[in-house]
């Protein structure tokens, strides 16, 4: 065997062997994926560019880890932060979570800091969500897309979305 595939062999092994209180703590916040709520040529038509789109999704997941880990660790779980966006400059956060209670305190705790963060210029509504692990969560969420209760209640009747629940919900 040769010396390099010896040494990784012995660090895949001493891995192994590490004791489960011995791993690192699960990060706070990791995000798993995306979900963007407008086909590509209406994400072209209403900007952002995918540049500043990337940007700012780094900008939300980067405040919402540094928030989440000055909290107090609670359960293991997987959530949504979905984001309206709206000419102006303007932006709302909801968070979808299996357990409404849960949502709404992490909406208010992360609200007033993601809402502050510079939104790239668009030329209509717009809404994208990170699904993120909290703490370990298992990566499954209760619906795809996610869709917050206030955009169901803002659109009883339904409608297209983003545009039916944010007219309502980000008036001019």
Not at 102 to 124: H, K, Y
Not at 131 to 154: C, F, H, Q, V
Request: with cysteine; glycine share 6%.
């Amino acid at each position: 065997m040769r010396k390099s595939c010896l040494i990784a062999a012995i660090f895949m092994a001493a891995a192994a062997m590490t004791p489960a209180s011995a791993q690192p703590p699960a990060p706070a916040f990791e995000t798993d994926s995306y979900v963007l709520y407008l086909p590509d040529h209406a994400m072209r038509e209403r900007g952002p560019s995918v540049e500043l789109l990337a940007a700012y999704l780094k900008a939300v997941e980067t405040q919402a880890a540094t928030i989440l880990s000055k909290q107090q660790k609670p359960a293991s779980q997987s959530i949504s932060l979905v984001i309206g966006l709206k000419p102006g400059g303007k932006s709302k956060l909801w968070v979808v979570a299996a357990d409404p209670t849960e949502a709404a305190r992490l909406e208010a705790l992360l609200a007033p800091a993601v809402e502050r963060i510079p939104v790239p210029g668009v030329r209509g509504y717009n809404a994208f969500a990170i699904n993120a692990d909290l703490w370990g969560g298992n990566g499954r969420m209760a619906e795809t897309p996610p869709i917050p209760e206030a955009w169901k209640s803002a659109m009883p009747d339904g409608g297209m979305l983003p545009d039916a629940p944010l007219s309502v919900l980000m008036p001019d």
